[in-house]
């Protein structure tokens, strides 16, 4: 009965994955994230030519930058989004939407810190906090090729922070403005 039941679900779900003709699922990942060296993983889903529902996860890290001596994250994100037009192929679709994710961080940075004057330049800091973030984004995405896509897209937004456990005397800020930028290549079903 089980073995009956996992093939009804993947006969299924094979039908919902590939019902739309233009796009239906998109797997891309974002390469502007090589930077942080490591991958950003997306899955897409269109429904009526005009919806994608989009779940990614995106990892980083990156070391000894100016002051910044230590930054990683990790976490994932669900971003909706309504095209303006129905998607075509060979057409920039843009697109607008709402995201919502969490997002584990760690950051050390040893700011050079001017305390003689009226002024001080620079922060220490040194913790590692869980956060939830939110926010609009904006994109255009095109499909030049019968599978291939290209997409931009720029977010803003807000990051609360919980569970922080800071090193240093001085916890950080409640939250921080989610600033997100993607160049993603992927591949369409």
């Known amino acids: 009965m089980k073995n009956i039941m996992l093939v ?7 039908k919902v994955l590939f019902a739309q003709e233009t796009a239906g699922v998109i797997v891309k990942t974002n390469v502007l994230n090589l930077v942080m060296k490591r991958p950003t993983l997306s899955i897409e889903k269109t429904f ?9 996860y995106t990892s980083g890290e990156i070391k000894n930058i100016g002051n910044l001596d230590y930054y990683h994250y990790e976490g994932f994100l669900l971003r909706a989004k309504k095209y303006i037009k129905p998607i075509r192929k060979k057409e920039a679709n843009a697109f607008y939407g709402a995201y919502f994710g969490n997002l584990d ?6 700011g050079s810190v001017d305390r003689t004057g009226f002024f001080s330049w620079g922060r220490n800091r040194d913790f ?9 984004t904006f994109g255009v995405s095109f499909i030049p090729k019968k599978h291939f896509l290209i997409e931009g897209l720029t977010g803003l937004g807000y990051g609360d922070y919980y569970n922080v456990k800071s090193n240093l005397w001085n916890k950080p800020t409640g939250g921080y403005l989610d600033f997100q930028l993607w160049f993603s290549v992927g591949y369409t079903f």
């Open 48 to 56: 009526s030519e005009k919806y994608g529902l989009e779940l990614s």
């Open 128 to 136: 590692d906090a869980n956060s939830l973030r939110y926010g609009g």
């Open 105 to 110: 961080r760690k950051i050390i940075t040893h």
């Open 8 to 14: 009804f679900i993947f006969i299924l779900g094979h």
